[in-house]
């Protein structure tokens, strides 16, 4: 019984094909360069990955190895199979991880700024007290006055009940960061 001889080849380069523009089409999805996606290859182990490699890969002037082809599933945190397949349900899930990526950068944005913004709010709250202080020091306030320093001076203490960081870590945000950590070490 003889073997087709075509059939095996076409399968091969159609697999590889797909795979390559999946590479690319992950990448540009999340906006990583050539360069960051070779960087994100040797974290997954891959200690010769360069941007020369990614541009071949995509470009399709070179073949992927399968330690390639799972570092760079794995970078992207997205099954092997889907990066092969050329039904829409792949493409789906592409761009379904490129979206998600996205989330968790935004989210790490957002967890940034308030941070900046809890750490402001402290350092306010701390010179509002000291001015609040002097103020009494070199002042006789008359009890109008009096009542709106005690009320500064009231928001100024609930703020400085937790430090930034309290504040910053009591977020949903934080919590779910932390729960899609745990979920991608385990």
Sequence with gaps: MSEPTEAPDSFDDDIEERFADSVGELR????????????MMIRQGLRDATALTVSRIESK??????????????????????????????????????????????????????EKYASRAFDSASAMLAQIE??????????????????????????????PAEIVASSPLVSEQRLDEKQAEG
Excluded: C
Aim: glycine share 4%; no cysteine.
């Design 134 to 163: 002097i103020l009494r020091e070199r002042y006789e306030l008359d009890e109008e006055s009096a009542r709106y320093v005690r009320r500064y001076e009231s928001r100024a203490r609930l703020t400085l009940a937790e430090s």
């Design 61 to 114: 002037r070179r073949k992927v190895r399968l330690a390639e082809a799972v570092a760079l599933a794995s970078a992207f945190n997205v099954p092997i199979l889907a990066m092969t397949k050329p039904d829409g349900l792949s493409s789906g899930l592409i761009a379904l991880s490129g979206r998600a990526h996205q989330l968790r950068w935004w989210r790490s944005e957002l967890i940034d700024a308030a």
């Design 28 to 39: 540009k999805a999340r906006g990583w360069s050539q360069e960051r996606l070779a960087e």
